[in-house]
């Protein structure tokens, strides 16, 4: 404890000196805490919109499917995966699908048909809660439709018009129908927001004449359960049905994540070296102003051991009083970004998209412990091992020369 009290008494020799190598260990410690949270934040958003909004942790279907997704590939026994989903404690929803031509007036697009059970889907994913304009489905079929943003666009549908759904029936006929928009969602990604026509799964089977086949179950454990344990809880009732989690689905957006500590490392080692010269410096120009002094000291007997501890103590005293300033200023700004995040909507004047997944303009941070220790720790260890060289260079003097420098 007395080396910390001299160590400290020391790094204000030279105060001037001293504040702006402690200015400089803190910018870079509060930089590097805001900037880990809007990044963190950035990945939180992207897969909580991943598997909150509609792929869920996993996702079960029928062998091949999701190769050419024919209608005919449907889950075998999808009552039994839900029922082993529900006993776990995991939000299940069933899905149908199917390919067709959706027109409004003199506009006419490709469509996606989604048969969902809307009461399922509300309970188990966030994309109902997604809407942009009028409302999702009711929980019984009434003939209506929500519409992908986009798909949308494309046909000049606003919340109640009529649209005509043409398709090729599981029969083999050519089934048509006329449906109401009742609900135009906000930006989900290219799947959901080009061709995305969400309608009720009666409404479905009596579009498609799909005899109820189910083509995909989504599963939301709502972040209780890694997606891994959520693809086992099922997989027995699954049978020979492919069940596969978000990260194997989304291949892209998996290793996104995965390099994310890799990405942290890479831009603190800037910032890190930045600091870690500024405190060499300092502790090179102290020691250089020392050296009659740490002759002296040698001369009474004092090893270099001795010396390069008391060296090594002040740089350390001076990167913890750094960091705690700059731990405090990168706190608050972190909290503040988490609160009111940074508007990116002037740029992308919408949802911003990777990867097919969408994540919200408005960027928001979130911190960690670990956000906030990480550059915390590591700048200790950085500060100390930038003094070890003047530390050297002290314990190595020679005595009498050092008593003599001028």
Request: some cysteine.
């Amino acid at each position: 404890m007395n080396t910390f009290r001299i160590g400290w008494r020391n790094i204000w020799r030279n105060g001037k000196r001293t504040w702006i190598t402690v200015v400089a260990i803190a910018l870079n410690t509060a930089i590097l805490i805001a900037s880990y949270g809007l990044m963190q934040g950035m990945m939180v958003d992207m897969v909580d919109n991943a598997t909150r909004m509609v792929v869920g942790d996993a996702q079960v279907h029928a062998p091949g499917y999701r190769l050419d997704q024919s209608m005919y590939k449907s889950i075998a026994e999808p009552q039994k995966i839900l029922d082993a989903a529900k006993q776990k404690g995991i939000a299940a929803a069933a899905r149908s699908y199917g390919f067709g031509l959706v027109s409004s007036g003199a506009k006419s697009a490709g469509g996606i048909f989604w048969g969902v059970d809307p009461s399922a889907e509300q309970k188990s994913f966030e994309l109902a809660k997604h809407i942009f304009k009028g409302e999702y489905l009711p929980p019984g079929p009434a003939k209506q439709v929500v519409l992908g943003k986009k798909l949308a666009k494309s046909l000049q549908a606003e919340v109640g018009s009529e649209i005509v759904a043409v398709v090729q029936a599981a029969d083999g006929s050519l089934g048509n129908e006329l449906f109401t928009v009742c609900g135009i969602l906000k930006v989900a990604g290219e799947k959901v927001d080009r061709g995305g026509a969400i309608i009720h799964r009666a409404d479905f089977k009596e579009l498609f004449v799909s005899g109820g086949r189910i083509h995909e179950i989504a599963l939301n454990a709502w972040g209780k359960l890694p997606p891994e344990e959520v693809a086992a809880a099922v997989s027995l009732a699954a049978g020979d049905d492919e069940v596969k989690t978000w990260q194997q689905m989304m291949p892209m957006l998996g290793e996104m994540v995965r390099l994310f500590d890799a990405a942290i490392f890479i831009f603190g080692m800037i910032f890190f070296l930045a600091a870690g010269l500024g405190v060499m410096n300092t502790m090179l120009m102290a020691t250089y102003e020392r050296i009659r002094e740490f002759g002296v000291l040698k001369a009474l007997g004092s090893t270099p051991w001795r010396i390069m501890k008391d060296v090594s103590a002040e740089a350390l005293v001076m990167a913890v009083f750094s960091t705690l300033i700059g731990a405090a200023v990168g706190v608050a700004a972190g909290l503040y970004f988490q609160e009111y995040g940074i508007n990116l909507e002037a740029m992308a004047k919408d949802t911003i998209t990777f990867s097919g997944v969408a994540f919200n303009p408005l960027w928001r941070a979130t911190l960690s412990v670990k956000i906030v220790m990480l550059p915390v720790v590591v700048m200790w260890i950085i500060c100390i091992l930038a003094a070890l060289y003047p530390a050297g260079k002290a314990a190595r003097l020679n005595p009498v020369r050092a008593m003599t420098h001028v």
